[in-house]
Each structure stands twice: as C-alpha cells, then as structure tokens.
C-alpha cells in the first residue's frame, strides 16, 4: 500500500514539475543573466543559484529526474545542464550536487 502511495504522489508531482520547470528555468536564467549591480544583487544571485541547485538535487533524489527529458522539457536538457555547470562555481556547489 505504502509502495503505491508512493509511486501515484510521484506521478502527481512529474506532471506539476513537468508544466512548470520550463517557466521556472527561464525566469532563473533570465535573473542570473543580469549583471549584478552591487553586493545585494550578488547576494541574491548566489543565493537563488544555491535554491535552484537544490531544486534540481530534490528532483534527483526523488527520482523525477525523468521531468529533465520528457517532451515537453526536451530543449531544456540543455539549459539546465548549463546552468549545473554555472551553480558548480559557487561555493559548495560541488557539495550541494553530490550531498543526496
């Protein structure tokens, strides 16, 4: 019973993360493409590179990682694989892809 609880809230969660991590990769991209402007700016970036390494860690680790490569986020393979090599330069960003 457990097992299937399981894999039906799995099923529920692929389908909302594959609607929305399109728009959510595009809006993250588009606020870490902007220069940052002063040290609160930076700090914002750092910190919204750190969530979203997290989010792609928490989609990993709960094995949705199939949400990455289904049709409708095909093209964005490569975006958020780009956007992996862009958080492994903050710091622990190497620790926070390997923690889970």
Known sequence: MRRRLLTLFQKDMFETLDQLIGPL???ITMQ???PPTGTDDQRSQL?????YLGLLNSIMSAQL?????SERT??????ISRQLIICQGIPGGSRLLLSR
């Open 47 to 51: 910190e919204t590179k750190k969530g």
């Open 65 to 69: 990682q199939g949400v990455f490569t």
């Open 25 to 27: 990769s595009a809006h």
């Open 74 to 79: 095909e093209f964005l393979f490569l975006v």
């Open 32 to 34: 870490l493409s902007q």
